[in-house]
């Protein structure tokens, strides 16, 4: 059996984890880490194949993914599939992050990738991804796992940006929020919010302990209320387009 785990805050990363698992396996069994509901405890045998599917945000996976690793996964000499999607700066540690966290609750991670998708804050860089070239990247890649040995023992060799072990990104200094006079207090950013950063009876406003920046607050608000407002948010976007304007390609890994 094939299982299908991956957090999405809105579409870009549960694309990607789709398109993956169902070329391997059209009955894989898929839970999105976003809500709780989606979160079962999962006890993978040496026969099972994991694909593990997370954003990237500042280099790891979201903060709140990382306990929720040791909560529902345990493997048995399982072998797994790392999937990370970033927003076409860099995906830095995170690939190397989910191998260890995975490697620690009994997997084996035999093939990885890097894909691109629109970034979560400067939502002008990567707008139109994932595209179709990306599509058949995910599916070129989903094909080469179907195929593959799983191979048990040997450990894929992933890109690390330093030797630290595993980390989460503690935040960012920007994060959405209603005001101005467009916010109707419909409240659907509310419901819609992975860490309950916004409080249904103050929509307009957002607990920045609590949120992660993952936008889709933004994308799910039918007044296009919410943004990014703060101060320094313009001038960081600009800097951070000029930077990171030309188009990244998609990576693989695979243990063969």
């Not at 989606?38 to 709140?64: C, K, T």
């Not at 990738?113 to 989903?142: M, N, Q, T, W, Y």
């Not at 080469?144 to 894929?156: A, P, T």
């Not at 990104?169 to 006079?181: A, E, L, Q, T």
Request: glycine share 8%.
């Amino acid at each position: 059996m094939t299982y299908d785990v991956h957090f999405s805050a809105f579409n870009g990363t549960n694309y990607c984890a789709l398109t993956v698992s169902s070329t391997i396996d059209p009955d894989a069994r898929r839970f999105n880490w976003r809500r709780e509901e989606g979160r079962e405890i999962l006890n993978l045998a040496q026969d099972d194949l994991l694909v593990f599917s997370m954003p990237v945000y500042g280099g790891f996976i979201p903060s709140l993914c990382v306990p929720l690793v040791s909560s529902f996964l345990t493997g048995h000499d399982t072998p797994a599939v790392v999937i990370a999607t970033y927003g076409n700066r860099a995906y830095d540690n995170a690939l190397a992050q989910m191998q260890e966290l995975l490697e620690a609750r009994g997997f084996h991670v035999i093939a990885a990738g890097a894909f691109v998708c629109r970034h979560s804050i400067f939502s002008s860089v990567a707008s139109k991804r994932p595209d179709e070239a990306d599509r058949a990247a995910l599916v070129a890649f989903g094909e080469h796992v179907r195929s593959m040995e799983k191979h048990s023992g040997s450990h894929l060799a992933l890109p690390r940006k330093d030797a630290s072990g595993p980390e989460s990104f503690k935040g960012v200094s920007f994060h959405p929020d209603g005001r101005g006079n467009l916010c109707t207090g419909c409240g659907s950013c509310a419901a819609f919010c992975t860490t309950l950063a916004i409080d249904p009876t103050h929509p307009w406003d957002t607990d920045a302990d609590k949120c992660i920046a993952c936008g889709a607050c933004i994308r799910v608000c039918p007044a296009k209320a919410r943004d990014y407002h703060c101060q320094g948010f313009v001038e960081a976007r600009r800097a951070f387009e000029a930077k990171n304007g030309e188009r990244k390609a998609d990576e693989t890994w695979f243990l063969d």
